[in-house]
């Protein structure tokens, strides 16, 4: 019995050794992929399609750290951050409505070296999600207001197929 026990707790601690292990190598590989590019360079065609379907363009990119950054436009009453840990891209998104907010969030586990084409479905599944968020919520309040007072999430969107929009200076901060 006790050997029964001893090989169950070995094989746990085992795994989670391994686990934290791997963890680690993917933190490594992030902070090599990040020494030489930003967030921006490694996901542009995700975050100039969120800024073209968020703010039409006009969204400014923010430095936070190595791991994190934020697209805003100044006045607009929503923020989207993006943040790269472990090989996992987290996109947040928060827009203001009076004194409530609504947010989401989706992780890409898997994205490192994403593709161009990885990146557009991204695009496609998060502009989706805040659509469909962003329309609930309007039919919960009031369904009378109009999209263009509430500034809403576009409906009609193509996803970008060239270079990206936003272009970054030497201080990291990205027009």
Aim: aromatic letters at 12%; hydrophobic letters at 35%; one cysteine or more.
């Amino acid at each position: 019995m006790k050997t029964i026990i001893f090989i169950i707790v070995s094989v746990v601690v085992l795994h989670i050794i391994k686990t934290i292990l791997k963890y680690k190598r993917e933190l490594a590989k992030d902070e090599e992929e990040l020494s030489t590019k930003s967030i921006y360079e490694l996901f542009p065609f995700l975050i100039d399609g969120l800024n073209q379907y968020c703010y039409q363009g006009k969204g400014k990119i923010t430095k936070i750290d190595n791991k994190t950054i934020n697209l805003y436009e100044e006045g607009s009453p929503q923020t989207l951050s993006f943040q790269y840990n472990g090989g996992v891209l987290m996109v947040f998104w928060k827009r203001k409505y009076g004194h409530q907010e609504l947010k989401y969030n989706r992780d890409f586990p898997r994205a490192r070296k994403a593709t161009k084409e990885k990146q557009l479905k991204y695009l496609e599944i998060v502009t989706t999600d805040i659509r469909g968020g962003y329309d609930e919520y309007k039919d919960k309040i009031d369904d009378t207001l109009e999209d263009d007072v509430w500034k809403a999430p576009r409906e009609n969107f193509e996803l970008p197929t060239e270079t990206p929009y936003i272009k970054m200076d030497k201080d990291d901060t990205l027009f």
